[in-house]
Structure formats: C-alpha cells, structure tokens
Antibody, heavy 120, light 108 residues
Framework: ELQLVESGGGLVQPGGSLRLSCAAS????????MTWVRQAPGKGLEWVSL???????YYADSVKGRFTISRHNTKNTLYLQMNSLRAEDTAVYYC??????????????WGKGTTVTVSS | SYVLTQPPSVSVAPGQTAEITCGGS??????VHWYHQKPGQAPGLVVY???DRPSGIPDRFSGSNSGNTATLTISRVEAGDEADYYC???????????FGTGTKVTVL
C-alpha cells in the first residue's frame, strides 16, 4: 500500500523554525516528484513546494527564501525546513506524490497532514 | 500568476446534478484535476486530466474543459458527496501548481 505519514508539526513562535517530515512506504521518494501543500484554518489548498526526482526544487512565492524542501534517500523521507515563520504560515501541511514525471500530472497519494501553529 | 476561480458554494438536492466550475484564462490548454476533501481529511482525487476518473470513483463524477471554464459534474447527487472540491493545474510559465479557490457542495 502506498502511504505517506507527516510529522513534526507543533506550536512555534513567530520568527522560529520547524522541520516537517514525511515518511513514505510502498514507493521510493527519490524516484518520484514530491510536493508539500498547506491549508490555513478555514481556507483552501495552497501549493508550497516541489522536488523533482533529480533534485530540482520549486517554491511558492509566499515561502521562497524561507522554506527548503529536501529528502533523505535511505530513510525514504521527505522534509520541509521552515525558517522565519510567520503567523500566516499557520496551517495543516500535507505531503503528496505527483503521479508521474509529466509536469501537469496530478497528486495521487496524500498524507493525513501535520498541523503547524505560529503564535506567541 | 495564474488564477483559478470557483464559486464558494453549490447546493443541490439528493438525486439532482451539481456542476462546479473552475474559471481560468484559456484553461482549456491546461490539464485540470479535481480533488474532494471532507472535514478533517486529506484531499483525494476525483477526476484527472480533465475527464478521467481514478479507480473507485463512481461514474456519477465527470469532468469537462473548454475555453475559459473547466467543470466537475456530479450526477445523481448523494449525501456522501458533501465535501469541498478543488480544481488544480500546473502553470508551466511559473513552475507552480495552482489550486482553485474551492467550492463547498451542500446536499440539501
């Protein structure tokens, strides 16, 4: 079974840092295109970041320069390092797999999400 | 940046048809995917590549894409179809994924 499990969320003060993890099973993270998507309370889905199998990364303008997507191949885990956190980063963060290497492809496997709250 | 606009809400009686639109400039040139999301749950795919359904999604769900509007149609609506629905595309000009604003479907 294909599965993604996020962890690492929590309460952090503005300006602080947090690293989210997304452990995959049933497939290899490094062979796939992996994304992070977030959802602020009561709001819609917002794409955050994408990492290609080859390592190329992309970021939403709202997080560029503050967030870093990476992966650990032997642990089969995706990460999102979040620095300089702001109140508007408060959200449930989902990791998801893009189905294929075709850029316009859909996200077919989603984790259940981990909650990040940025507040003093 | 590319923007996808959806109506905030759609209400429909059981057994009737719900149409959820997703508006974007020349959206017909994009591959549109649709996700549903129930409260407290992760999103799940209901239609991909404009018109295709993943295994396990009933044929009551269908999609179309033309001009500046993509549409998700739910026929013979059931109470279990109540959820938020989002359209999504890949914007190659910015290398960004874009989600629609989301539509809450209420079954009366």
């Amino acid at each position: 079974e294909l599965q993604l499990v996020e962890s690492g969320g929590g309460l952090v003060q503005p300006g602080g840092s947090l690293r989210l993890s997304c452990a995959a099973s049933g497939f290899t993270v490094s062979d796939n295109y992996m994304t992070w998507v977030r959802q602020a309370p009561g709001k819609g889905l917002e794409w955050v970041s994408l990492i290609y199998g080859g390592g190329t990364t992309y970021y939403a303008d709202s997080v560029k320069g503050r967030f870093t997507i990476s992966r650990h191949n032997t642990k089969n885990t995706l990460y999102l390092q979040m620095n300089s956190l702001r109140a508007e980063d408060t959200a449930v963060y989902y990791c998801a797999r893009r189905y294929s290497d075709y850029p316009a492809s859909y996200m077919d496997v989603w984790g259940k999400g981990t909650t990040v709250t940025v507040s003093s | 940046s590319y923007v996808l606009t959806q109506p905030p809400s759609v209400s429909v009686a059981p057994g009737q048809t719900a149409e959820i639109t997703c508006g974007g400039s020349d959206i017909a040139t994009y591959s549109v995917h649709w996700y549903h999301q129930k409260p407290g749950q992760a999103p799940g795919l209901v239609v991909y590549d404009d018109t295709d359904r993943p295994s396990g999604i009933p044929d009551r769900f269908s999609g179309s894409n033309s001009g500046n509007t993509a549409t998700l149609t739910i026929s013979r609506v059931e109470a279990g179809d109540e959820a938020d629905y989002y359209c999504q595309v890949w914007d190659s000009s910015s290398d960004h994924y874009v989600f629609g604003t989301g539509t809450k479907v209420t079954v009366l």
